[in-house]
């Protein structure tokens, strides 16, 4: 028996008692797969030379469905793991199923012979199994693959396939390499193109995603909590700059399997943090983890920030303003840099707020959920800090919200601040005759509202009053959009008191705004029906601090 048998726990085992492989349980065979991820870049990069060629990309699910067809369900799940820790490809395969149709099930050895189905007989299938059942062996064993290539010639590959050995080739030893293999679904990121996610509350992703297309960002894709895009860094900056409903703009820097800590610490020690952080700048790293083998948040953040430490010289602190963002899912770890610093709902306007302020990512989104393109003039009872009219009001006047504010990204590395003033002074300004209307009984916030549509330089097109719900008149003009962001009566009122308020404006809307659409935020149905209004059917609860709110909305009021 060679030295290296010894490495091979699992398969090599086996095959040195005379079993093969379909003598194997699930349980076992999911212990196995489960190893894989234990390899190192160098033996990845081997992995990588026998595993992807034409005939044998998915070799290592394949030959664990052709040995053991009657657990085909369980290999079906594996695939997707397999695939990923091997880090071949993130999506099933063209060939993975004329690849095992190809290649009859290789049955128990106690099978009688002529019941068997036949081996295959060609040099090329023969070679391809070859090259798969080394794989799965070095797998198994976490051993060289030339150890695991002896393993098999010793301890009886031609049993194993039930044809001679001197017809199977042995692959030769590929050239080593110190860098791993692109992570499974994330394409090496360049200067002109890697992953970005457009952060937004969960309910929101569509109308991010239709803002991002109206915006010229390529093939925006909604996923949980935002929407990717991928583009470059001008892409990033552009983002941070004109997107009104994202709430972040991450750079994903890497994604890769990692099942246990050591792994993570080596995995994002290959990742290039000196191409995108400033040397010397304190970092803070935030982590979470969901149905994943490191399970602790702080212990991931810790080797993260550890990782960026030694690239960067820089310490981690939970104040800093780089921010890195991990975040460990079903064992794959993707971790994003926050190029927005400070969020973007915070445009650098509104800095007198009430009570309960409902953010200007959201108004923006809800506003799009209405149909509002700055066509239209919009009123906002209710107004508050005149959220809704201060960002109605910049659309119709094509102001871009983050002109007036600074972002994370400027403090990196590769940043132009010379294509950052051209991407400034590409969107001038425009003209617009319309008018935007809010009102509130309360003096303070009509005062507040104003100071902050100063500060947005919008306050020459939109006016504010003081003035109860009960006194509220139609604008001359067209009708246009009413929205709303009544009380609750979770923060602000009670709510058997809010009753006769929703009442109320329910009755001043439909008798006064013939031709206006409504649109009505709130977390509580009960109440937006108690305006009697013709709602259509509400939009998807968005999460609001500890609430759940939803965009009830009219068609035009007859």
Not at 167 to 194: K, L, Q
Request: charged share 20%; glycine share 8%; hydrophobic share 45%.
């Amino acid at each position: 028996m060679p030295d290296q048998l010894g490495a091979i726990p699992a398969i090599g085992q086996s095959l040195a008692a005379g079993r093969t492989i379909a003598h194997e349980t699930p349980a076992k065979l999911a212990q196995v797969a489960s190893e894989a991820v234990e390899l190192d870049g160098v033996k990845h990069a081997e992995l990588d030379r026998l595993a992807v060629s034409e005939a044998n990309a998915h070799g290592y699910t394949r030959i664990l469905a052709l040995v053991h067809p009657r657990n085909a369900p369980l290999f079906r799940r594996l695939h997707w793991r397999v695939a990923g820790e091997l880090e071949l490809h993130h999506r099933p395969h063209p060939r993975m199923e004329a690849d095992i149709a190809r290649y009859p099930a290789i049955p128990d050895p106690e099978t009688p012979r002529d019941a068997r189905a036949p081996a295959p007989t060609t040099p090329r299938a023969l070679a391809d199994l070859k090259a798969t059942l080394a794989s799965a062996i070095c797998i198994a064993g976490k051993a060289d693959i030339n150890a695991a290539c002896l393993a098999l010639n010793a301890w009886g590959s031609g049993r194993f396939l039930g044809v001679s050995e001197d017809t199977i080739a042995i692959p030769s030893r590929p050239r080593h390499s110190n860098t791993s293999p692109p992570a499974p679904g994330s394409p090496p990121m360049t200067a002109t193109d890697f992953d970005i996610f457009l952060a937004t509350p969960p309910g929101l992703e569509p109308l991010l995603q239709a803002e991002a297309r109206l915006l010229g960002f390529a093939e925006p894709e909604a996923a949980p909590g935002g929407v990717r895009i991928r583009g470059g860094w001008s892409d990033v900056w552009r983002a941070n700059l004109a997107l009104r409903g994202a709430g972040r703009v991450l750079v994903r820097i890497g994604a890769f399997y990692a099942v246990h800590l050591a792994q993570l610490d080596k995995r994002a020690h290959r990742l290039p943090w000196a191409q995108i952080l400033p040397r010397g700048a304190a970092i803070r790293v935030d982590a979470v983890c969901e149905n994943s083998r490191i399970w602790h948040g702080g212990a991931a953040a810790e080797r993260v920030a550890r990782a960026a430490e030694d690239a960067l010289g820089a310490p981690a602190t939970d104040d800093a303003d780089t921010r890195i963002l991990v975040r460990i899912v079903d064992d794959l770890c993707t971790i994003s840099v926050d190029t927005s610093g400070e969020p973007l709902h915070r445009r650098g306007a509104k800095l007198a707020v009430g009570k309960a302020p409902i953010r200007e990512t959201l108004a923006a989104l809800f506003l799009r959920g209405c149909g509002y393109a700055g066509a239209e003039s919009v009123l906002d009872p209710m107004c508050g800090a005149g959220t809704f009219i201060l960002e109605a009001a910049q659309i119709a006047a094509g102001l871009a919200p983050g002109r007036a504010r600074p972002f994370a990204f400027q403090r990196f590395p590769n940043f132009d601040a010379a294509a950052w003033r051209e991407l400034l002074e590409a969107a001038p300004p425009r003209r617009t005759d319309l008018r935007f209307h809010g009102f509130d009984r309360d003096a303070g916030a009509v005062e507040m509202s104003r100071a902050n549509a100063e500060r947005a330089g919008v306050a020459g097109i939109a006016t504010f009053r003081q003035q109860p719900v009960s006194a509220l008149e139609r604008p001359d003009g067209p009708p246009g959009l009413i929205i709303v962001n009544p009380p609750y009566g979770e923060r602000i009122g009670d709510k058997a008191d809010l009753v006769a308020l929703y009442r109320t404006l329910g009755a001043v809307l439909r008798t006064r705004f013939a031709g206006w659409r409504v649109g009505l935020v709130t977390s509580e149905p009960t109440l937006a029906r108690a305006t009697g209004l013709p709602f259509v059917e509400p939009g998807p609860p968005v999460p609001h601090g500890p609430l759940r709110i939803r965009l009830h909305q009219t068609l035009p009021l007859a």
